[in-house]
């Protein structure tokens, strides 16, 4: 992932959002999130009412996210999955695609 793979999804998103809607994006830390070629891009996207919220550094566990991807590491990628990249972009896609049916994360 990259600043330019953000910036070319942010802009995706802007373009296709309604332009009467508000949209909040929550962000973490991330170095691509805080690049000066992203920060050059804010005012743009505010300008098509995109705002960005930044989490609190070092605050993984408010980043949903986070807490999927940790699960899907240690818990549901079978180790088949790490012989090549694209073993491992299959199964994530396989898991992403079975999330709430066939793995679902419980919170109790």
Not at 10 to 37: G, I
Not at 44 to 49: A, C, D, L, N, V
Not at 53 to 66: D, K, R
Request: charge should be negative; hydrophobic fraction near 45%; aromatic fraction near 12%.
């Amino acid at each position: 992932m990259t600043t330019d793979t953000v910036i070319d999804a942010f802009d995706h998103f802007v373009a296709q959002k309604d332009p009467d809607t508000f949209a909040v994006v929550v962000l973490d830390n991330a170095s691509m999130h805080r690049s000066k070629a992203f920060r050059r891009k804010i005012l743009e996207w505010m300008s098509h009412r995109v705002h960005l919220v930044y989490l609190s550094a070092y605050s993984p566990e408010l980043n949903l996210i986070e807490i999927l991807w940790r699960q899907m590491k240690y818990a549901w990628l079978p180790l088949s999955a790490y012989l090549s990249f694209d073993n491992l972009c299959d199964e994530v896609h396989r898991l992403l695609d079975g999330y709430g049916t066939e793995c679902a994360i419980n919170f109790k």
